[in-house]
């Protein structure tokens, strides 16, 4: 998918009908069911713990719409027809405050319709949906332990078919990469920009498109000293709360301020606060972005003293370690600037080369 496609945002589900009856009683916890009265769990897909709310809504475990994006597939709100489309391999299209849930079949080219005992419903700002019918639609397994009162969901996908993040480089070759965040601005980044123009290191700094429009000339100065721009969304918003359509736009609309701004074109991407689903992350990938987070968290945005800094990386460098530091403008990041160049001169003595994201090798 070209990364400046815009049919995948603009794309409107379209419903249509048939029957079907189906009850959770029997298959979750048998406690009463308290509509709208929300509770915290983990349930398991493919082996992997997630952490979510839920209701129990007339016998159903309902759970917000946003949860299915963990199981790889795409959730999106329908204005036209005011419904919850989720969509892995079929569709399922759940309007709001209805008792039914329309599905496409792609095998059959034809839309059908199940009735069921709740409605999908807003609670507290989050549309909750029935977590059973929705999934079998969408070819998934689930089942509950009730030894151990969890739910079990099995999506059916390989392994091999999530797309990796990477937290670091080739770990055979001593390189290292020092990579920014939430830049650019007039203060931090400038004078980040100037120590690694004396000390001739490369580094890689992952911009907010809102940032890039309030300072351009900053973002094309890093471009014209050499060093990466990479993708780290529009505005920063936390991906795993936003529906894939935005998400979409969180990437595609900072590529294109980037693009206008300095010519380049990024294919590197951090999602803000390194969080995301697997749906995002295939998301990424449809749109020809390699995800990557991080091996070295400075938590220099806390406010993280230049000497807990230098101390941390130097206990926790590796060969293809890639750290992470901010360039905002916030006072808590004097840290940074007064480190940086104890740690360029710290990791040079130890043998390290300086890279780009771009230019080290990954596993």
């Not at 998918?1 to 419903?15: E, H, L, W």
């Not at 709740?118 to 019918?133: A, D, E, H």
Request: no cysteine.
């Amino acid at each position: 998918m070209n990364i400046n496609d815009k049919g995948y945002i603009k794309k409107v589900t379209r419903v249509g009908v048939f029957l079907l009856l189906f009850s959770l009683v029997n298959l979750f916890a048998s406690s009463p069911a308290h509509a709208e009265m929300e509770s915290t769990a983990y349930l398991s897909i493919d082996g992997k713990l997630v952490k979510t709310n839920y209701v129990m809504q007339e016998g159903h475990l309902m759970v917000p719409a946003l949860f299915f994006k963990h199981t790889g597939a795409t959730v999106d709100f329908n204005e036209t027809y005011q419904s919850i489309a989720v969509e892995r391999n079929n569709i399922a299209a759940l309007p709001l405050e209805k008792n039914y849930m329309d599905y496409y079949v792609k095998e059959q080219n034809k839309w059908k319709r199940d009735y069921i005992k709740t409605t999908t419903t807003t609670i507290n700002g989050s549309i909750y949906i029935p977590l059973l019918p929705t999934a079998q639609k969408l070819d998934m397994n689930v089942t509950y332990d009730p030894a151990i009162q969890r739910t079990f969901i099995e999506t059916n996908e390989a392994p091999a078919e999530i797309p990796k993040a990477y937290n670091s480089g080739n770990t055979a070759q001593k390189k290292i990469a020092l990579t920014f965040d939430d830049g650019p601005d007039q203060t931090i980044t400038p004078q980040i920009l100037d120590i690694l123009k004396e000390k001739n290191v490369p580094a890689t700094f992952f911009v907010v498109g809102q940032q890039v429009s309030y300072f351009p000339e900053t973002a094309r100065r890093i471009v014209k000293e050499g060093h990466t721009l990479a993708n780290h969304s529009w505005d920063h918003s936390q991906l795993t709360k936003e529906y894939s359509s935005q998400v979409a736009e969180q990437v595609l609309s900072t590529n294109k301020i980037i693009k206008k701004v300095t010519g380049e074109e990024p294919t590197l991407f951090r999602p803000p606060y390194g969080d995301f689903t697997r749906a995002d992350a295939q998301l990424f990938e449809q749109l020809g972005f390699r995800n990557i987070l991080w091996s070295i968290d400075t938590l220099d945005w806390s406010g993280t003293t230049a000497s807990e800094m230098i101390e941390m990386i130097d206990r926790e460098k590796s060969p293809g370690a890639i750290v992470l530091q901010h360039s905002f403008s916030s006072s808590k990041l004097e840290g940074t600037v007064e480190a940086l160049p104890q740690i360029i001169a710290q990791l040079r003595n130890d043998g390290y080369e300086f890279v780009t994201i771009d230019q080290m090798a990954f596993q």
